[in-house]
T-cell receptor, first 112, second 113 residues
């Protein structure tokens, strides 16, 4: 069955460092991979999208890589800030598919 | 104003009761979704609707029903609530065609006693 795995353990880093979150998937050939941010008690908010034919995408302090051979995406936040503390969800969608599937998310804590 | 709104934001109900969660959107999207979120399980799709006349079951539709009253409104009903339906419920919309980025509402926290 289709499966998305994100590290269930929280990631704790110091302010100013780079946070790296991992998303692995199996039994799926996504056309798009998306990253969302979710704060406690709120709905997920879209951050970045990367297509299957793209290796890397950047937006301000965010960078996403996509390796369809390894079936893995890495999400980086450079110069992290306490305000970046949240849960980050990985999501996949294939071409013509009727739904997006989501990972369970990784909780990030950035300490001042 | 928020693009996707949900009411109520919090609800406590008893086993066996029928309840309705409502969702409205001002994004003008045809596609709407209901998800439930449980700790450690991620978002799971309950129902989705591609337009007013097109409603489909998701992966966990048992015990739920939906109604698409208009392009902007999509409601979720629990016909006879049970405790394992205690969860956080999200409504979402998406644009089409394209990668269908999901736009989520603020969520409804439901507790079934």
């Amino acid at each position: 069955s289709q499966k998305i795995e994100q590290n269930s353990e929280a990631l704790n880093i110091q302010e100013g460092k780079t946070a790296t979150l991992t998303c692995n998937y199996t039994n799926y050939s996504p056309a798009y991979l998306q990253w969302y941010r979710q704060d406690p008690g709120r709905g997920p908010v879209f951050l970045l999208l990367i297509r299957e034919n793209e290796k890397e995408k950047r937006k301000e302090r965010l960078k996403v890589t996509f390796d369809t051979t390894l079936k893995q995406s890495l999400f980086h936040i450079t110069a992290s800030q306490p305000a970046d503390s949240a849960t980050y969800l990985c999501a996949l969608r294939n071409t013509g598919g009727f739904k997006t599937i989501f990972g369970a998310g990784t909780r990030l804590f950035v300490k001042a | 104003d928020a693009d996707v709104t949900q009411t109520p934001r919090n609800r406590i109900t008893k086993t066996g009761k029928r309840i309705m969660l409502e969702c409205s959107q001002t994004k003008g999207h045809d596609r709407m979704y209901w998800y439930r979120q449980d700790p450690g399980l991620g978002l799971r799709l309950i129902y989705y609707s591609f337009d007013v006349k097109d409603i489909n079951k998701g992966e966990i539709s048992d015990g739920y029903s939906v109604s698409r009253q208009a392009q902007a409104k999509f409601s979720l009903s629990l016909e006879s609530a049970i405790p394992n339906q205690t969860a956080l419920y999200f409504c979402a919309t998406s644009d089409f065609p394209g990668p269908e980025t999901q736009y989520f509402g603020p969520g409804t926290r439901l507790l079934v006693l």
